[in-house]
Structure formats: structure tokens, C-alpha cells
């Protein structure tokens, strides 16, 4: 039934004297002139292709015919409250007789207010939250109009803004698409929102003409060209994103001319705030916006990214840097300095237009604050685009130089002789630590020889135990393993001393390293028979090997039986497996975190029998020595921290060393401790926290070389170390070789090459270059990680869990 759509509340739009629609007397959210009133009847149909309901509009009066082309006006929305209202009236205010306007709903809508219901426009729905992308996709293919008009729920458009679009698209027939910009008065008053939105004013302001992208904030497209290209990507963008640039460059390629008037504007009511700022240019603008231009291989030179966007990004980043240099490093203070005040300089040169427009409108206030907000913006928009840059640098397929690809013969030789060599380093790395046992005194080995006699003679080795007539014993020493550890000295000493326990120690380090390299030989000989060599070379040219035997460690004979122990594991050999991890705890640094396996219900006896040898063998040595276990934990704890002080950068000793520091550091980490483990078992609840049970079997029991690396690095950097151990890390050494090889990239390539050279430098050498220790930390913490992907995704490959 006709009815009078401005008889409540929402006022009719009529003709003016130009041929518009204009508002009547009771319209209060515009300021237009009054009018007759438009008699328009409103239809509700279902639309089972699209899946929405929606209202079509008919009217019953018709405007005489204009030469310019009809627009129809696209808004999507999220929500019918203000400022969708005021910003939909000023758009409908400025539409010709022959125009429509289309509102979606992204998402299920809720019932539309009495003002929508009457007002001239179409409402559509896309059912569900799809981004603004579809739902402007969705009413390109309803739209009438010859012009799409889109503009956001949040600007409010200038009154001339459509009959500039019309004007523009009436006199080139060739353009595609135009759009404008927001004005330099932003709706609300917040530093942080002038700050966004005259940036972007500026922006657009400061490019007038040609463009190579769009902006669908207020902005407009002929409706075939839009079709014609698929629209917008609402695949790739289920959210607000990008999807009006790519657009524009596709739009772009195919040839369309798009026009970029600043004269075009809409007042912007969206409110920002910084972390709302910094969240939204990160993940729905640098990050996408990136991903896009590394597709493209291409940078335009337009909008934000002209040469002075490039340079203040550069400089910007160069200038917090240069002041850090400066805070830690006063050698390079004079220099970080200067360096520092050129990037501030050049930023002001570059930017001094911007900055000029922040003090007319705002004062000094707005002025200062907008230039440190400015410095953000670049700094985290260029260190999104650098990371993201790199990122696509390392997926890279890793190959042959062009002069070698086509020449197999020389790239078989080159990998000989690269073996070859590798064979050299690991054969001197051996022969140079068995040698020098015989020529100096082992001194690791003497060490433990004075302590077993120690022991053998009912004296426990620690000064804090002993009374001062044992203290001042020759050969008394304090020793650092745990009471377990007594006991398993007595097989390399009993008989023939600490000489007895130099043969021994040889024996089962080679026989370990034989195990070793036969398990690197399988491990890569799926990739060829050179691979196959390179799993057997890689764990003996460690360079840790020499100084394991040349000082009489039990590194390499731990790492011997940890391999069993895995082995045995496959073979479901859980006792026998979890005996030979109890021998290896001999050093629980190497032996600790290769306890993971165990954690399943189907291994756990195995650890249980593992800790229950250990625990026997403790209290054997605590009542052989007549010591208490209290009074023995507190020497073993005071003697401690003394170690860590000289050891590799681990957790357990920066922890240690913070709390030193600080008693409330401890009591905050527990109650942090607490706080996620409640937060964790509320999120996931009792159900959610089986699956996830479930995922750490599945990990568990998945690639037992990778997890067998992860483990290694997990030891390496959790506990004590020295470079003698560093053998515990040839299963992440293989597992990355194994990458590199199965999946030749430039990431994988980087990770093998750095692990090797991590591993395979001496240890001399290392300790000449400044910050070593800082940088072998760094490639086993990326190793790390780049395993536990590895291992999460094996696992959802190999072991998918249902979800409901």
C-alpha cells in the first residue's frame, strides 16, 4: 500500500529546482531545503540465490530524463545506530530522481529502526558476517544504476560530492573509476582520530589525477567495469582490509582510468584510538597491503607510497636506532648521534607539509603529538613491510646458480668435494681429541676419578658435607652431578683407575659416534647416497667432539645412549629404553628434556622405571656416605649458581639470576604461573583440554627425529652447558638438513647452513668474535621454532583431530 514515507520521523526526499532529491521540513540530521513529499511503495521478497531479504523500492512519480549517468549508492554496515543514520541521509540528499540506494547488512540483521523503514533505499543482508567486500559485492549485482557509489556507513559525504562524480564520469566516457578523500575536519575531537584522518586527508590531497588504486570510502566505479573484473576479493578479505586497492590495481592493469579529486570529500565520524591505530594498520592495512605487493613483484609510486612515503618510512626506522646505538655502545655515541638528528631533520623536510596542516588545525598541541604519531605509523608499517619481505625472500626456491644448473657433472663434484672436506673437518675434529688425551691429562676425567675415590672411600664429595679433616685431603673436591651420578663412576674406575676410565671413555664415545653417524646415514639416505654422507659426516665434525674427548666428558657417550633410548622407543621397547635414559642422566642437562617421549600412557611405565633407578642409586650414594637428604639438597643448591655464572646463555640462569635481583620476581612469575594455568583451564574447560592432551600425544609419538631435535634445543637452551655438549644438538642439525633437502628453499637453506656453522665452528674461533654466544642462542631459538611448526604440522597432517 502507498504511504507517505516522511510521516514519521525520517522525511521524504522530493525534487528540488535542480533536479535532485532534497529533504522535507521534518528532516533534522541535514540542513537541506524543504519539499513535496515523494509517495514511494516498499515490497519485502526473499531472494533464495542470495539468501537475504531485502526491500525494493518503487516510486509513483518520474523525473524527466538527464544526460548524466545514474548512480546507485552502496553502504555497508555493521550496525544501524549513529553514525549509519546521519551519514545515510547526507548521501541520500545529494541522489538525482534516477539514482537509488542500497544499504547492506553484513551479517544477520537485526529489525531495521522505523527511520530505515521509511526512508528510499533497498535493504539487502548477506545472512552472515562476510566483510565489507561481499556485501558491496552483493549489491553490485542488485544495483540498477549505470554508477556505483560507494561510500562507508561512518562518512558523511559534502553535499556536491555525487553531482562531482557525475560530472566526472558525464565528461570522460574512458574513466572507470573515481574516488575522493576524507575532509580536514574529522568528527571527533580525539588527538589520535585528527591525527588518522588528516593523515589520510593529506595523503589524498597531496595526489590529485591519475591513480593506480581506489578507495571505496567515497568513492565510485561504473557497474560493467565492476562486474566485469569479479568485483571485489572477498575471498582473500572477509574483513575490512584492502580490498579496495587491489581492486584499483586490477582495475589499473586491465587498462581503466581511475581519478583521484580530493574535492570529493565526506566528513569521517569513526573514533580511533592509538591501540585501535596500531592494531588496524598492522593487520588489516601493512599487513595484507605487503602480502599484496610481493604478489605483484611491483611498488606503485603513488598515495603512501611516492618517494618521500619511502624515505620518512626509512628514516624513521634508522632514528630509534640510531639512539639505541647511542644509549648502549658509548664508543659510537658522537657518530649514533648525528645519525639520529639527520633522520629527525629529514623526517621535518619531508613531512613539513603534513605537519604544517597539523598546526593549523590543531596548535603546537596537535602538531607535536601528530609528529610522534607520524614517526609510528612509519616505523611499524616499515618493519611489517621488511619482515614480510624477508619472509617471502626465504619461501624462495633454493637452486643451482644459472651458470651451474645445466651442468651436472661440475655440480656432483662440487658436492664431493664439499663432502670431502666435511670428512676432514670431522676426522681432525676426532683424531685431534683422542690424541690429546694421551699427550694431557684429561682433566674432566681426573676430576671425576677424585671423586670417585671419594665416594669409595664413604665420603661425599662436597665441601659443605665434609668434615675439615676430609676437606683437607689432597685430591677433595666438590662435584656438581647428583648423588645418582656416584655410583655409575665405579665401571671406568674400579679396577685400573682414572687410566681404566680413558680407555673406557674412547671406547664407548666411538662406539656412541658410530651409532650416531649410522642414524644421520638413514636419516638423509632417502635423498641420495651424498645426503645419506652427509648425515653420517655432519654429527662427527661437531666441533663440541674434540673438547668431549679431550677433556674425558661423558657428552658423547650420553648422546650414545639417548639414540638407544629413541630406538628402543620405536620398537615399543619402553622399559629397556627408559633404563638407558636413566644411564644417560648421568647428565641430566643432555638427558632432561629427552624424557619428552615418555609422556604418552603407553611409555609412561618406561619412565617410571627410568626415575626409580635413579632414585635407588641416590639413596644408595647419600647412605654410603651417611648424608642427609635435606642437608645434602641445601650444598647442592648453594654450590650451584657458581656453575651457571660460566655456562651457555640458558633459561634456568637468567632466571636464576633475576631472582637474585629481585625476591618479588619470583613471586610474580609464580603467580603468573597461576593465573594462566586458571585462565587456560577456564577457556578450554574439561572437554578442550582432552583434545589438547590428545595433540601432545600425537606430537609425541609423531616425527621422532624432529621431536628429538626439539628436544635438543629445548636442553641446550633450558639448562647449564658447554660447548663439550654441544652434540645433544645433531638431531636438530639433521632435522633442518632433512628440510633443506626434502624442501629446497631459501628459509630451510638459511636455517641448515646457520645450524652447521653453529655447531661445526671451533670453539677457539667462536670465542674471538664479539657476541658469539649472543648469535648461537638466537639460530637454535629459530631452529627451535621452526621445529615446533614443523611438529604441529606433521601432527595435523599425519593425525587430524575432529572438532565440533
Known amino acids: 500500500m502507498p504511504f507517505p514515507i516522511g510521516s514519521r520521523g525520517f522525511t521524504a526526499r522530493t525534487l528540488g529546482r535542480d533536479g535532485r532529491y532534497v529533504c522535507g521540513p521534518a528532516c533534522a540530521r541535514c540542513k537541506c531545503k524543504s519539499g513535496s513529499f515523494l509517495t514511494v511503495r516498499m515490497t519485502l521478497y526473499s531472494d533464495e540465490k542470495q539468501q537475504h531479504d531485502s526491500f525494493a523500492l518503487t516510486t509513483e512519480e518520474t523525473a524527466p530524463p538527464m544526460p548524466h549517468p545514474s548512480l546507485t549508492l552502496v553502504m555497508p554496515t555493521i550496525s544501524w545506530e549513529e553514525p549509519c543514520a546521519t551519514c545515510l541521509c547526507a548521501s541520500l540528499a545529494a541522489l538525482a530522481p534516477q539514482d537509488e540506494a542500497l544499504v547492506v547488512f553484513d551479517g544477520e540483521p537485526p529489525p531495521p529502526p522505523d527511520w530505515l523503514l521509511h526512508s528510499p533505499v533497498r535493504l539487502l543482508s548477506t545472512g552472515r558476517r562476510s566483510g565489507p567486500a561481499s556485501a558491496r559485492n552483493l549489491a553490485a549485482r542488485e544495483a540498477r544504476g549505470e554508477i556505483l557509489w560507494f561510500v562507508d556507513a561512518d562518512v558523511q559525504v559534502h553535499p556536491d560530492a555525487a553531482g562531482r562524480i557525475r560530472e566526472h564520469f558525464a565528461d570522460s566516457p574512458a574513466l572507470a573509476a573515481v574516488f575522493g578523500s576524507y575532509d580536514d575536519t574529522p568528527a571527533d575531537p580525539g588527538l589520535v582520530s585528527r591525527f588518522r584522518n588528516l593523515l589520510h586527508h593529506h595523503t589524498h590531497s ?127 655515541r658522537p657518530m649514533s648521534l648525528a645519525l639520529a638528528g639527520g633522520c629527525l631533520a629529514l623526517l621535518l623536510l619531508l613531512n613539513r607539509n603534513f605537519y604544517g596542516l597539523l598546526f593549523r588545525r590543531g596548535g603546537p598541541p596537535e602538531a607535536c603529538v601528530g609528529i610522534v604519531l607520524h614517526g609510528l605509523v612509519l616505523s611499524y608499517s616499515g618493519v611489517t613491510f621488511a619482515v614480510l619481505t624477508l619472509l617471502d625472500l626465504l619461501q624462495r626456491p633454493l637452486h643451482w646458480p644459472s651458470w651451474l644448473q645445466h651442468r651436472p657433472a661440475l655440480q656432483g663434484r662440487l658436492v664431493g668435494w664439499s663432502l670431502m672436506l666435511l670428512g676432514l673437518l670431522a676426522i681432525s675434529t676426532l683424531l685431534a681429541g683422542l690424541i690429546s688425551t694421551w699427550i694431557l691429562t684429561p682433566f674432566d676425567l681426573r676430576e671425576r676419578w677424585a671423586e670417585w675415590q671419594l665416594f669409595a672411600d664413604g665420603i661425599y664429595p662436597s665441601a659443605m658435607l665434609a668434615t675439615p679433616l676430609q676437606r683437607s685431603l689432597p685430591d677433595f673436591r666438590t662435584t656438581v652431578y647428583l648423588p645418582w651420578a656416584l655410583p655409575l663412576f665405579g665401571p671406568f674406575f674400579v679396577l685400573g683407575g ?118 635407588g642409586l641416590s639413596f644408595l650414594a647419600l647412605h654410603h656416605t651417611n648424608v642427609e637428604l635435606d642437608i645434602y639438597l641445601r650444598s647442592w643448591i648453594s654450590v650451584l649458581p657458581q656453575f651457571m655464572s660460566s655456562s651457555n646463555l640458558n633459561a634456568v640462569a637468567l632466571l636464576t639470576n633475576l631472582f637474585r635481583a629481585s625476591s618479588q620476581a619470583s613471586l610474580m612469575l609464580f603467580a603468573g604461573v597461576v593465573c594462566v594455568a586458571a585462565v587456560l583451564g577456564t577457556v578450554f574447560g574439561r572437554r578442550n583440554l582432552s583434545t589438547v592432551f590428545r595433540t601432545m600425544e600425537s606430537l609425541l609419538v609423531g616425527d621422532p627425529l624432529g621431536l628429538a631435535g626439539f628436544c635438543g634445543v629445548l636442553g641446550q637452551l633450558g639448562f647449564y652447558h658447554r660447548y663439550y655438549d654441544n652434540l645433544m644438538l645433531y638431531p636438530a642439525l639433521l632435522v633442518v638438513f632433512r628440510l633443506a633437502l626434502g624442501r629446497p628453499r631459501i628459509l630451510e637453506g638459511v636455517l641448515a647452513a646457520s645450524m652447521a656453522a653453529s655447531v661445526w665452528t671451533p670453539q677457539r674461533l667462536l670465542d674471538a668474535l664479539p657476541g658469539s654466544s649472543l648469535v648461537q642462542s638466537l639460530i637454535w631459538i629459530l631452529v627451535g621454532t621452526f621445529l615446533v611448526q614443523e611438529l604441529t604440522r606433521s601432527c595435523a597432517r599425519d593425525n587430524p583431530l575432529r572438532t565440533s
Not at 593506480?212 to 573484473?229: H, I, K, N, P, S
Request: hydrophobic share 50%.
Open 498 to 615: 682414572w687410566i681404566q676410565g680413558t680407555w673406557i671413555l674412547h671406547l664407548l664415545s666411538l662406539l656412541s659416534l658410530v651409532l650416531i653417524a649410522r642414524i644421520g646415514w638413514f636419516s638423509l639416505r632417502s635423498f641420495g647416497a651424498s645426503a645419506g654422507w652427509l648425515g653420517t659426516l655432519a654429527p662427527l665434525a661437531i666441533a663440541g667432539n674434540f673438547s668431549a674427548l679431550n677433556k674425558g666428558q661423558f657428552s658423547i657417550i650420553c648422546m650414545g645412549l639417548i639414540s638407544l633410548q629413541w630406538l628402543l622407543l620405536q620398537r615399543q621397547r619402553n622399559l629397556p629404553a627408559g633404563l638407558l635414559w636413566s644411564l644417560a642422566m648421568v647428565k641430566p642437562q643432555i638427558g632432561l628434556t629427552y624424557a619428552l617421549p615418555f609422556l604418552t600412557p603407553r611409555r609412561l611405565p618406561g619412565l617410571l622405571l627410568g626415575l626409580g633407578v635413579l632414585t
Open 206 to 332: 597531496s595526489h590529485p589525477g591519475p591513480a593506480c588504486t581506489f578507495w571505496a570510502g567515497l568513492g565510485a566505479v561504473r557497474r560493467q567495469a565492476f562486474l566485469d573484473l569479479g568485483g571485489f576479493d572477498a575471498v582473500s578479505y572477509d574483513r575490512p582490509c584492502i580490498e579496495d586497492i587491489e581492486f584499483g590495481l586490477r582495475l589499473s592493469d586491465a587498462g581503466g582510468m581511475i581519478i583521484l579529486d580530493p574535492a570529493i570529500q565526506g566528513t569521517h565520524h569513526k573514533r580511533w584510538t592509538l591501540r585501535s591505530m596500531v592494531s588496524t594498520d598492522i593487520r588489516q592495512r601493512a599487513i595484507p597491503w605487503s602480502q599484496l605487493l610481493l604478489r605483484r613483484r611491483e611498488l606503485p609510486t603513488t598515495l603512501n607510497l611516492d618517494p618521500t612515503a619511502r624515505l620518512s618510512a626509512a628514516a624513521s626506522l634508522l632514528l630509534p636506532l640510531a639512539l639505541l646505538v647511542a644509549a648502549w655502545m658509548p664508543a659510537l
